[in-house]
């Protein structure tokens, strides 16, 4: 079989950088999908992309598509004549869509049937001729959200075309898209090579455009090179070059050959806090920033430039110019929010409204103070201050800074509190409790920040809830799956035992007459709850497992947790699918009683049969034991020893007969199921769990 490999590479205008990896994947995906749909064979799929150009290499991809049979089926043979043995009008159509007579058709015999059926042998098509119509079909399914259109073209793309290559092997494929022919040139850096460039073959393509175009189309050499130039000017000046994830994707992308240049700015500027700088820096600049070894500050940054400059100190004065007009803006905005202690600002709250039915931020940062105060108490965490944090933590809204960078909300908070002499853990309190802000991010340290952001999520909750807008599955306006997520998050990974159940109610209490919609309590506790089972089905664990916990209703997260990782280690035992099926047995035979089991105690002297007194005594010994191992919430080790049960589970069912005629003896052997259903209850529904 022979192979060619394969390029397209469309030339733009500069692309918006968020944008460039979510494009090139899919041109890939959909590429490679189209090829293999088709039967053709082929190897690594490689991208490449800058800011002006998407490109795909494709490796060893079969010169031609397979010749194949073809089969139509078209109707059953009993459709497909009459009586007479007259074509029917549904056997006369389907040959005439198949370009042939009835007679030309073939008869298919299958168990399930007989129809007619068309077969064909298509022969074999150069993979030339059906690239066009894969390049089309791949564009078309580019995750554009607003396409743009220019000078009098009727198509749109997300910034004008100005180029197409597509080759295969040493060939032009010939076709158009965007009203480019498609060619075997390209173009270099804009300003450093901005001349055409004619690639002989797709496997020269990257080395072409780097030599010849001074492009780097790579995009992971290209950023390799910013980490590696970057580091080296911040170990110049005795730092360290933070290097955040999210930025490096958006700086690589805004480049085709990056030059990092080091900036400087004047040292006062350092006396305003360094979240502010660094904000400034990344968000409006794109700039890497450089700390010293104890994470502090220096007056230094780094920018990627997309030029080898005759002059770069000119550049860098350029962005120095730039960036000291920000800094002194954060400078005045710090010093002016200083004039007011932050308590003295807690009184504007009273004029922003939080949700016309739930009241202002007052009235919300005066709930969570309360909240967060019982939940300290319950958490072992120092009532008093987590109040104080609660009564502080949204006044920072207010201040000039947070206007103009709200994306320091809670870390200002912070700053303006220790400056105006609070305590320490309740200034931190105050940043902490937006944490965690996304998927991944830093819990609280403090006991009352931990405090705080539990409240501040559950009053949001049960109050957006409590007004009947919960989310549906278009709208989430206030965030509720995240912030039930981050409490989830709160609770189990800070290893805390605390009944959301209760910290539900106390927030009901706190909103009053403002909660209207029935059943708010419970609608809350169930939904956050069931941000569990996406999230343990991420992790690889059974629906019947999250089932079985479920079912006995923990309202602790940790505790929901604890059970769900119990289970999963039990499923994994060689006891547990028989251990399930007797449960479900057990289930059954008392779903079927007629009286109430529960409130029937197990009479040893009524036991008859040697099988049901050795389940009895197992039975009593395992509760001993299961028992203590509770206490300690040990769920693994408590499902551990019930799985020694087995055995004596096995030959209880395999010599008594539960539903005896004598009404005594009956009795006393549900009474012993039921107490041996309880014990495996008091951990999870063991009979929810796949059986034998």
């Known amino acids: 079989m022979?192979?060619?490999?394969?390029?397209?590479?469309?030339?733009?205008?500069?692309?918006?950088?968020?944008?460039?990896?979510?494009?090139?994947?899919?041109?890939?995906?959909?590429?490679?999908?189209?090829?293999?749909?088709?039967?053709?064979?082929?190897?690594?799929?490689?991208?490449?992309?800058?800011?002006?150009?998407?490109?795909?290499?494709?490796?060893?991809?079969?010169?031609?598509?397979?010749?194949?049979?073809?089969?139509?089926?078209?109707?059953?043979?009993?459709?497909?004549?009459?009586?007479?043995?007259?074509?029917?009008?549904?056997?006369?159509?389907?040959?005439?869509?198949?370009?042939?007579?009835?007679?030309?058709?073939?008869?298919?015999?299958?168990?399930?049937?007989?129809?007619?059926?068309?077969?064909?042998?298509?022969?074999?098509?150069?993979?030339?001729?059906?690239?066009?119509?894969?390049?089309n079909e791949a564009v078309n399914q580019l995750p554009i959200a607003k396409p743009m259109r220019w000078a009098d073209q009727p198509f749109a793309f997300l910034r004008p075309v100005h180029w197409l290559m597509v080759l295969f092997g040493k060939e032009i494929v010939p076709m158009q898209l965007f009203g480019c022919k498609s060619d075997r040139i390209s173009y270099g850096h804009r300003f450093q090579s901005p001349g055409s460039i004619r690639i002989d073959e797709p496997a020269a393509y990257q080395e072409t455009l780097r030599k010849v175009g001074e492009v780097i189309v790579d995009v992971e050499e290209r950023k390799n090179l910013i980490v590696e130039q970057t580091k080296n000017l911040a170990h110049e000046v005795g730092g360290k070059a933070v290097i955040e994830p999210a930025l490096l994707s958006e700086v690589v992308n805004l480049v085709e050959w990056p030059v990092a240049l080091r900036g400087t700015f004047e040292e006062r500027f350092l006396d305003v806090p360094q979240e502010c700088l660094i904000s400034t820096m990344a968000d409006n600049q794109r700039y890497f920033h450089i700390v010293d070894g104890k994470g502090k500050l220096k007056p230094y940054f780094i920018t990627i430039c997309n030029i080898e400059s005759r002059n770069p100190e000119s550049v860098t004065l350029g962005n120095e110019k730039v960036i000291r007009p920000r800094f002194s803006d954060a400078e005045f905005f710090f010093n002016a929010d200083k004039k007011m202690r932050l308590c003295d600002r807690r009184a504007g709250l009273a004029n922003v409204v939080f949700q016309q039915k739930l009241g202002t931020l007052a009235d919300k940062s005066a709930r969570i103070a309360e909240l967060a105060g019982q939940i300290a108490g319950a958490i072992d965490a120092d009532e008093n201050k987590a109040f104080r944090a609660g009564e502080l933590c949204k006044a920072d809204l207010l201040s000039a800074m947070v206007n103009e960078f709200p994306e320091l909300q809670g870390i200002m908070g912070e700053y303006y509190a220790r400056h105006d002499g609070e305590d320490s853990e309740t200034a931190q309190a105050i940043r902490e409790h937006y944490l965690p802000r996304f998927a991944g991010d830093e819990l609280p340290v403090t006991r009352p920040g931990l405090a705080l952001a539990i409240a501040d999520r559950v009053d949001t909750l049960v109050g957006i809830f409590g007004i009947g807008q919960a989310p549906t599955g278009a709208k989430d306006p206030f965030a509720l799956r995240r912030a039930a997520i981050g409490l989830l998050r709160l609770c189990v990974e800070s290893e805390i035992t605390l009944d959301l159940k209760e910290v539900i109610s106390w927030s009901m209490r706190l909103l009053g007459e403002r909660v209207t919609h029935p059943n708010t309590e419970t609608e809350v506790l169930e939904f956050i709850l069931a941000r569990f089972r996406a999230q343990y089905q991420e992790e690889g664990v059974a629906a019947e497992i999250i089932n079985a916990v479920m079912a006995v209703n923990p309202t602790s997260p940790l505790d929901f947790d604890r059970r769900v990782r119990a289970v999963s280690h039990f499923v994994a035992l060689p006891e547990s699918e028989a251990l399930a099926a007797a449960n479900k047995r057990v289930r059954n035979i008392l779903s079927k009683s007629e009286i109430d089991v529960a409130a029937l105690d197990v009479k040893e002297g009524a036991l008859l049969e040697k099988a049901e007194q050795d389940l009895w005594r197992a039975l009593s010994a395992a509760r001993k034991e299961a028992l203590a191992l509770l206490v300690s919430n040990d769920y693994t080790a408590v499902l551990i020893r019930l799985a020694s049960l087995r055995t004596t589970i096995d030959a209880f069912f395999d010599n008594v007969m539960v539903n005896t005629p004598h009404e005594e003896v009956r009795n006393n052997r549900l009474a012993l199921l039921h107490s041996l259903q309880q014990l495996f209850l008091s951990v999870a529904d063991i009979s929810q769990l796949p059986s034998q």
């Open 2 to 135: 022979q192979t060619q490999d394969f390029l397209i590479e469309i030339g733009t205008e500069e692309l918006p950088a968020k944008a460039l990896g979510g494009l090139i994947e899919s041109l890939a995906a959909s590429l490679s999908a189209s090829l293999s749909k088709a039967e053709i064979t082929h190897g690594e799929v490689k991208t490449f992309s800058t800011p002006r150009r998407l490109a795909v290499l494709i490796h060893a991809v079969a010169t031609e598509q397979p010749a194949k049979n073809v089969e139509r089926r078209g109707p059953a043979l009993q459709a497909a004549f009459d009586a007479s043995g007259n074509p029917s009008p549904a056997a006369q159509g389907f040959a005439r869509s198949c370009g042939v007579s009835v007679e030309q058709l073939d008869k298919l015999e299958t168990d399930k049937g007989s129809w007619l059926v068309y077969q064909q042998q298509q022969p074999a098509v150069p993979t030339s001729q059906l690239l066009p119509a894969m390049i």
